[in-house]
């Protein structure tokens, strides 16, 4: 479909229009594997451009009005999915630096200082937060007038997966732009700005990872504290 004059893709039709969440997660089937290069950049820049406080947003409103962007995952499956552009190469991998990549970067800088919309930051531990609960932000976003059914606020697992998955695609953006495919105005700068968010990135990635292995080498604690799991504490009986 069109938005404005860009593309996007329809989440539930005629129920909903267009979702960030929905659009990032279907884009490198619809798009990349059958070759619409140019919708996928299209979708991705409709998507991104449109990102506000550190969040892509949750969807377009059927209106006109304000984007929602009461989502914490739509900006991480974008990241991944600008990762699968970047790995293409050429003229694809220059439009993720060039017009996606600083919109990231602004992002992570949000989570990491906690100015993102919906308390969406990183914690102490290296880990994203959902926020509250509050705002319902993952894909269980079902709402009674202004409460959420199912508050997922803190650290729901597979949003950590995927931070971890968008830090890496974060990571390659950032080496791509060290070996000179990424100019712009005030490259020095831009450098300098680079260093210093590969640095914490990775300072975020050894610290949480040091936490996670001594947290398993803890007797009768098997799961980081905070961490949603699905797994199952029944064991059979020995009867």
């Not at 290069?37 to 550190?54: D, H, P, Q």
């Not at 969040?55 to 900006?75: E, H, I, K, M, Q």
């Not at 996670?212 to 009986?237: K, N």
Request: proline share 5%; glycine share 12%; hydrophobic share 40%.
């Amino acid at each position: 479909m069109k938005r404005g004059a860009g593309t996007s893709i329809l989440a539930g039709y005629p129920w909903f229009s267009d979702w960030g969440r929905d659009a990032m997660i279907s884009l490198p089937g619809l798009c990349l594997s059958t070759g619409r290069i140019e919708e996928a950049k299209s979708c991705l820049r409709t998507f991104v451009t449109a990102s506000e406080n550190g969040l892509v947003p949750n969807y377009f409103a059927d209106d006109g009005g304000p984007a929602n962007d009461r989502s914490v995952d739509a900006t991480l499956w974008a990241i991944d999915a600008a990762g699968l552009l970047l790995d293409r190469g050429g003229d694809d991998a220059r439009f993720v630096l060039d017009e996606l990549f600083p919109r990231f970067e602004k992002a992570f800088e949000s989570w990491e200082s906690g100015t993102a919309a919906h308390g969406v930051r990183i914690d102490a531990d290296g880990w994203l937060r959902a926020g509250d609960g509050s705002a319902a932000l993952t894909w269980m976003d079902a709402r009674i007038g202004s409460v959420p059914v199912t508050p997922r606020g803190g650290r729901p697992i597979e949003i950590e997966a995927l931070f971890w998955r968008a830090m890496a695609r974060l990571a390659a953006m950032m080496r791509r732009a060290r070996q000179g495919e990424y100019q712009e105005k005030g490259a020095r700068s831009r450098q300098a700005s680079l260093g210093g968010l590969r640095a914490r990135l990775l300072a975020f990635r050894r610290g949480s990872l040091r936490r996670r292995d001594r947290r398993r080498r803890s007797p009768g604690q098997d799961d980081a504290p905070g961490i949603r799991s699905s797994r199952s504490r029944w064991r059979p009986s020995s009867s």
